[in-house]
Antibody
Framework: QLQLQESGPGLVKPSETLSLTCTVS??????????WGWIRQPPGKGLEWIGN???????YYNPSLKSRVTISVDTSKNQFSLKLSPVTAADTAVYYC??????????????WGQGTLVTVSS | DIVMTQSPDSLAVSLGERATINCKSS????????????LGWYQQKPGQPPKLLIY???TRESGVPDRFSGSGSGTDFTLTISSLQAEDVAVYYC?????????FGQGTKLGIK
């Protein structure tokens, strides 16, 4: 059974870099059938798509975050990662990693990690 | 960018009764080449990640009870729970995956009356 697990610091200072890793188990991140994505949710608010990555390194970012976001993949470790820099208090959120199927246009996210809360504060 | 708007923001329904949540997109989500609507519905319970319930607007994800159904096409969509159970208390989100950036509705909080 596929499992995704986010990891990384829970507290980041303003103007610094938020770095998270998603470890995939029970399946291969190198599958040609899936993209891997990041979605975030500020406390008590709705969901915001951050971006996706394919195992070959192709990336797709939300234009609202594109200048600050980098998503990368490490197939040897079955992991993909998120970097967001510089951060402000508005980046405080639960960050989820998730999987979506490769189809002609796009697909919904069918598997999600449990999420990790990142707080931006000095 | 496509804007997704759900209604109502919150809803209280008696156990065993029908619950209906609406979702409207700012542009059509119907892809003409395959006649599919690129619209999904998720359920999120407190402290949990979203769970995919419905995709292609009306296809139930494996394992989802058949009291959940999705309908609609183009810009107007509906999630219906035919007979509300206590475990259905949650926030429900629609999501369009027709165009990048993929976007979600603001959520509808469903409770028991």
């Amino acid at each position: 059974q596929l499992q995704l697990q986010e990891s990384g610091p829970g507290l980041v200072k303003p103007s610094e870099t938020l770095s998270l890793t998603c470890t995939v188990s029970g399946g291969s991140i190198s599958s040609s059938n899936y993209y891997w994505g990041w979605i975030r949710q500020p406390p008590g608010k709705g969901l915001e798509w951050i971006g996706n990555i394919y195992y070959r390194g192709n990336t797709y970012y939300n234009p609202s975050l594109k200048s600050r976001v980098t998503i990368s993949v490490d197939t040897s470790k079955n992991q993909f990662s998120l970097k967001l820099s510089p951060v402000t208090a508005a980046d405080t959120a639960v960050y989820y990693c998730a999987r979506t199927e490769v189809v002609s246009v796009a697909a919904p996210y069918d598997s999600w990690g449990q999420g990790t809360l990142v707080t931006v504060s000095s | 960018d496509i804007v997704m708007t759900q209604s109502p923001d919150s809803l209280a329904v008696s156990l065993g009764e029908r619950a209906t949540i609406n979702c409207k997109s700012s542009q059509s989500l119907l892809y003409s080449s395959n006649n599919k609507n690129y619209l999904g519905w998720y359920q999120q319970k407190p402290g949990q990640p979203p769970k995919l319930l419905i995709y292609w607007a009306s296809t139930r994800e494996s394992g989802v009870p058949d009291r959940f159904s999705g309908s609609g096409s183009g810009t107007d969509f509906t999630l219906t729970i035919s007979s509300l159970q206590a475990e259905d208390v949650a926030v429900y989100y629609c999501q369009q995956y027709f165009n990048d950036p993929y976007s979600f509705g603001q959520g509808t909080k469903l409770g028991i009356k």
